[in-house]
C-alpha cells in the first residue's frame, strides 16, 4: 500500500463527491450490511449473514471487540506509516487477508474469481475456499492476469477419502498457493437456523462444490460409488426439479445431458457424504506434511492448549476463528481466545485471527492484543454483492484506509510494533 494510503482513499471519494457521486460500496459497516441485504437473495443472505442457533456467538465477537479501547498518544511523529507485514515468506502490503467463504455464487455469479481480482488489485492474499464456486485454477489464473505472482492460500476442508486430499494439495500447490489452511471447526454443519428455515443447503443444489467437480479424483470417485449404487425411484416435485435444474446448471457439462444423467446428481450426493471427515485428529497433520513443504495453518483454534499443541506438532501458523459465529452458539468469542492464544504460545508461530471484524479499527485492535494478520470475510462478501469484483475490492480497500488513520491517529507508526499497550481493557 502507499505511504498515506488512508488519506488517499479518503481525497479518492471526496474528489468523486465534488462531482456528485458517492460510493457504491458503503463506507460503515452498518451500511453495507443494510444495502447488501437489500440486494441479496433470501437464500444467499441466511447463508452469509447467518450465524448458529440464537446468534449468540455472532454477538460475542462484537462485544469482545467493544471491551477493548484503544488510547491514543499525541505529538508522536506518524508522517510515516508502514503497514507492510510479513508472512511464511511474503511480504504484504497490509496485515489482512480475504476469508474464504463457501457458496459465494449466492451473492455473486462466479464470486472466487471476481474476489481473486479484487485481492490481487490490492495485493493482499485470498485464501481460497474449499467450498467455492469456481476452480482455483480459474480463480489463480484471474489473479495473474491483475498482477502475476499474486499471493494466494489455498483452504483444505480434510475429506474422508484421503486420495481427494492429495488431489486437492496438489492442485494447491500447482495454481501458486503459499500456504494450506487446514478448517478444523466444520467437521459437521453447525445447527443453522436461518438456513434450516428456509431447507436450503447451497451445496445440495451443486453451489459451492466447484473444486470437487473439477478434479478428476473426484470423478474417479463418484465413478466408483455409481457401480455399486442401487436405483431408487426419486420422489417428485416442484422443488426437487428446481434443485435439479440447478444441478444441471452448476456441474460440468452440457444442460440437457446433465438434468437426464446420473453422474451430477451422483457428484451431489457423492460431496455431501464425503466433503469432511470428523474423525480429524492431530496425527493427520503428519500426513500433510508428507503430502507438501507449503506452511501449514489450523483454521478454527480457540483454545490455548490446542495452539500449544499446534506449536509442538511444527505447524506453521493458526488461525483464532469461531467461523464468523457459524458453528457454536455460545462459543468464545475469536478476540477473547486471540489474547489467550497469543499468551500462551509466544511468538512461536503465525497467529492470524478472523471471526467479526469489520473495520479497521478493529483489526488495529486484533493487531495490537498479538495477531500478525486479520481475515475478513462478510465485509468482502457484501461488497461482492453490491458491485462484484469493484465491490469486494473496495470494502477491504475501505478496511485498508481506516487502519492507516487510525495507526496515525493513534500514535503509532508501525503494524508490526503494537502492542496491548495501545489498547486498555474496560
Not at 467437521?187 to 438456513?195: F, K
Not at 451422483?266 to 470428523?278: C, G, K, M, Q
Amino acid at each position: 500500500m502507499a505511504q498515506n494510503y488512508g488519506r488517499a482513499r479518503q481525497n479518492e471519494i471526496y474528489s468523486a463527491g465534488i462531482h456528485g457521486r458517492t460510493p457504491s460500496v458503503p463506507t460503515d459497516f452498518a451500511t453495507l450490511e443494510r444495502r447488501a441485504r437489500a440486494r441479496m437473495s433470501r437464500r444467499g443472505w441466511a447463508y452469509v449473514a447467518g450465524g448458529a442457533g440464537e446468534g449468540r456467538t455472532m454477538a460475542a465477537n462484537r462485544e469482545a471487540l467493544d471491551r477493548w479501547a484503544i488510547v491514543p498518544r499525541m505529538l508522536r511523529d506518524t508522517s510515516d506509516r508502514d503497514l507492510a507485514t510479513d508472512l511464511f515468506g511474503q511480504t504484504l502490503p497490509a496485515p489482512i487477508l480475504f476469508s474464504p467463504v463457501g457458496a459465494g455464487a449466492l451473492a455473486h455469479d462466479r464470486a472466487d474469481v471476481h474476489i481473486g481480482h479484487a485481492a490481487a488489485e490490492l495485493g493482499l492474499p485470498y485464501i481460497f475456499s474449499n467450498q467455492g464456486c469456481a476452480p482455483m485454477e480459474d480463480v489463480a489464473a484471474e489473479m495473474e492476469s491483475v498482477r502475476p505472482g499474486a499471493p494466494r492460500w489455498f483452504q483444505l476442508y480434510w475429506s474422508t477419502d484421503d486420495r481427494l486430499v492429495r488431489s486437492l494439495v496438489s492442485r494447491a500447490e500447482a495454481m501458486g498457493a503459499a500456504a494450506i489452511v487446514v478448517t478444523l471447526d466444520t467437521t459437521m454443519l453447525g445447527w443453522r437456523p436461518q438456513d434450516l428455515n428456509l431447507g436450503s443447503l447451497p451445496f445440495a443444489r451443486a453451489e459451492g462444490i466447484d473444486q470437487y467437480t473439477s478434479d478428476p479424483t473426484f470423478w474417479e470417485i463418484v465413478a466408483e460409488r455409481l457401480k455399486g449404487a442401487t436405483k431408487e425411484k426419486p420422489e417428485i416435485s416442484i422443488g426437487a426439479i428446481k434443485t435439479l435444474l440447478s444441478i444441471a446448471r452448476n456441474v460440468p457439462g452440457e444442460l440437457r445431458r446433465n438434468l437426464t444423467a446420473p453422474e451430477p446428481r451422483a457428484a451431489v450426493e457423492t460431496f455431501l457424504d464425503i466433503y469432511s471427515r470428523p474423525s480429524l485428529n492431530w496425527d493427520d497433520l503428519a500426513v500433510l506434511r508428507e503430502l507438501t513443504d507449503l506452511p501449514i495453518v489450523l483454521k478454527g483454534v480457540l483454545h490455548p492448549d490446542d495452539a500449544l499443541e499446534a506449536v509442538e506438532r511444527g505447524v506453521d501458523g493458526i488461525i483464532v476463528s469461531n467461523h464468523g459465529g457459524r458453528q457454536v452458539d455460545g462459543s468464545i468469542s475469536s478476540t477473547d481466545a486471540l489474547v489467550d492464544v497469543v499468551d500462551a504460545v509466544s511468538g512461536r508461530l503465525k497467529i492470524l485471527v478472523d471471526s467479526g471484524f469489520y473495520t479497521g479499527s478493529d483489526v488495529f485492535k486484533a493487531l495490537a492484543l498479538g495477531a500478525d494478520a486479520v481475515c475478513i470475510g462478510r465485509p468482502h462478501m457484501y461488497g461482492l454483492a453490491l458491485n462484484g469484483a469493484d465491490g469486494a475490492r473496495d470494502a477491504v480497500a475501505n478496511i485498508v484506509a481506516e487502519l492507516d488513520l487510525t495507526l496515525g491517529l493513534s500514535g503509532q507508526s508501525d503494524v508490526r510494533t503494537l502492542t496491548r499497550s495501545a489498547l486498555k481493557r474496560l
